[in-house]
């Protein structure tokens, strides 16, 4: 599979450990950086990671910064991203199984290499259910306008 992994400076560790381990795999895996402790905002990377998506250059992605959840934020500002914050297996495998997740994103601070490798190997190897899904998945691509009034 085609993985983009994505990290601020709070998680490059956990992101370089991951990538090694989805290439043992058998995975492709496009590393958007960063790749040392220098601060560094985690949108940049966050969006990157969406485009990757959007544009095909990965079937799946990782997101991952301190915490999870500004990087989940920014992946998520990409209509083609569907990006879940998770934190043990269970979560992960329901982001796909429920809601078609193409991104999970993580917590470097929150969450320790086991977990995250448990966590990745139940979305990669979890399918889609579709069925009654399907029709909500739609409608995470293609929310209604809303008017705004000024």
Known sequence: MRIAIASDHAAYELK????????????????????????????????ALGEAIAEGRAERGVALCGSGIGISISVNRNPAARCALVSEPLSAKLSREHNDANVIAMGA??????????????FLNTEFAGDRHARRVDKLSNPPQLETSR
């Open 109 to 122: 601070r929150l969450t320790g290499i086991d977990m995250a490798k448990a966590c990745l190997a139940a």
């Open 16 to 47: 370089a450990l991951l990538a090694d381990w989805l290439r043992a795999e058998g995975h492709m895996v496009e590393d958007l950086g960063t790749n040392g402790p220098d601060s560094v905002d985690y949108p940049d990377f966050g969006y």
